[in-house]
């Protein structure tokens, strides 16, 4: 019996160049509609049912009615929020920069003599290098700090920068008890979605919604996980709460030396109720931080008396 030395799979056939090419470049297409880039490294994925896992732990410690220094909720934040600084080296877009702020490091840098050693905390970190207002001071002067982020998906980026510093997957409360909101997803400009203050502000800024439920500890809760209640430079750009948060920070219990607000344009109401209300607490206004056209700004700087 003779046997066909036809192959019987079109891989081996006469045409096989020709569709090896097309499914090549099949793939280049899929990978351009998926927007990643076509060699290197893609964006850290979340691992859902991890972030599930978490949220589940935090949910039955809501359910017993925890208080901020509750020791089992701190507990809870040390395991499952927090990251310790990276010893890894640095994994920077741009790795020869010092200054990666619209001025506010140097303007906190000028008005703290250069200070060497000092803890900072910025909150909302996003990524931990685009328009970061704290990596020049871990960096230059050798600070320690915190950044806290809520957005789970942009915590996997800011994870993969190597900060020196402790991360932490979270939003800030503006009540004491630790609880779960949802977040309308932004990239720089996400925000809780709870009332409609926040409902229209993300209609005003024209973005999409794409929400997700976060955790949120107080400041204090988050200060009592990471022993620290000396802090140097507080950096807070929260998209619109920053008020709120301002409010609910024990100012007898913790000593914050700057800080830096965002806040509009220092002649609206909200910058000016801010401004009233760091004075009543013991804070002196030192200036305004617009930016310029190109790196917007809008910060308030303020230091302890
Ligand atoms: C705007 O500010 C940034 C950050 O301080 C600076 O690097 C940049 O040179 C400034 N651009 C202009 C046009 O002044
Ligand atoms: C804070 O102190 C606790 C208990 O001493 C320790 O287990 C924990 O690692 C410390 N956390 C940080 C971020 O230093």
Redesign the pocket.
């Known amino acids: 019996m003779k046997y066909s030395l036809r192959p019987r799979f079109p891989l081996m056939g006469r045409y096989r160049y020709l569709i090896l090419l097309s499914l090549v470049g099949s793939l280049f297409v899929i990978k351009f509609i998926l927007k990643g880039p076509i060699w290197g490294i893609s964006e850290p994925a979340l691992d859902m049912n991890m972030y599930s896992q978490k949220m589940n732990s935090l949910k039955k410690l809501l359910q017993d009615g925890v208080t901020e220094d509750d020791p089992s909720l701190i507990q809870l934040i ?1 395991t499952d929020f ?1 990251n ?1 600084p990276e010893i890894q080296p640095y994994n920077l877009k741009n790795p020869y920069l010092l200054d990666y702020s619209c001025g506010q490091s140097g303007a906190v840098d000028k008005l703290l003599n250069q200070k060497e050693k000092g803890f900072y905390i910025e909150a909302g970190a996003y990524d931990g290098e685009s328009i970061s207002n704290t990596l020049f001071f871990e960096k230059v002067r050798k600070w320690n700090g915190m950044l806290i982020e809520p957005d789970p998906f942009v915590f996997e980026r800011l994870k993969a920068k190597n900060r020196k510093a ?1 991360l932490v997957n979270s939003c800030l409360n503006i009540k004491p008890q630790p609880s779960i909101l949802q977040f309308n997803r932004g990239n720089e400009m996400g925000r809780v979605w709870v009332d409609t203050e926040d409902k229209n502000w993300v209609k005003e800024m024209k973005m999409e919604v794409n929400v997700i439920e976060v955790p949120c500890f107080s400041l204090y809760s988050i200060l009592l ?4 209640t000396t802090i140097d430079y507080f950096s807070l750009d929260i998209e619109g709460r920053e008020l709120s948060v301002l409010q609910s920070i024990p100012f007898e219990k913790v000593h914050i030396d700057t800080f830096t607000v965002e806040y509009l344009n220092g002649e609206d109401s909200y910058s000016r109720e801010i401004k009233s209300f760091m004075e009543k607490n013991g804070y002196q206004y030192v200036t305004n931080l617009p930016g310029n056209k190109t790196c917007t700004a809008l910060d308030a700087l303020f230091k302890k008396i």
């Open positions: 040390r927090i310790l402790i996980a990471v022993n620290q």
